[in-house]
């Protein structure tokens, strides 16, 4: 992917994104949100701002952290190289946090569906894991399928293109389960958190018509 298709998306856009997309957010009614690191971390945080209802509790925010993409530095230019598989850096600690998913909306979040490997080792994982509790709490699930967990996604971008990796059908045909603040081209995205220049990278945001949405 060469710089000409680097695209840069500024924190304006990003709020913009979360708050446009925050009522499909509320139709699924989540009551727990998984934020992937470190791109899901900015989208999860504000998307909770406009979730937040008067005299509810604040939807909780856990973080996993996976790693798929490697950094390839070359001289004079920067190149992404998309890896194949995941490492699990960091994952939730359930008994510390005292966080139970059984029969609960659980809303993974991260900044873009590329290859959709991540989320889908996300999904898989946590899926497994919500089947452990139900499991330890003795819930059969087969005869009670309402104490199994719900789970959704919200990503700011997701690219066209063929994926490597899949998600279940009942999530992807669902539009208040699998949620895109935008579908894009298959494009280098950049993302604000990401700069080392944000004066330029706001700059670049704007001329590109990726900062405000026009009312």
Known sequence: MSAEDKQYISYNNVHQLCQESAERVKKFKPDIIIAIGGGGFIPARILRTFLKEPGVPTIRIFAIILS????????????????????????????????????????????????RTTLHYALNELEKDSEQQAKAKGIDLEKQPEMRTKFGIFVLHDKVKQKKADLPEEILNDDTRYIAGRRVPDKWFAYPWESTDIVYHTKMAMEQGNDVFLP
């Open 68 to 115: 798929l993409y490697e950094d390839l530095y070359t001289v004079g230019s920067e190149a992404e190289n998309v890896g194949i598989t995941v490492q699990r850096t960091q994952w939730i600690d359930y008994e510390q946090c005292k966080l139970d998913l059984v029969g609960k909306n659980v809303l993974i979040v991260d900044e873009v569906d590329d290859t």
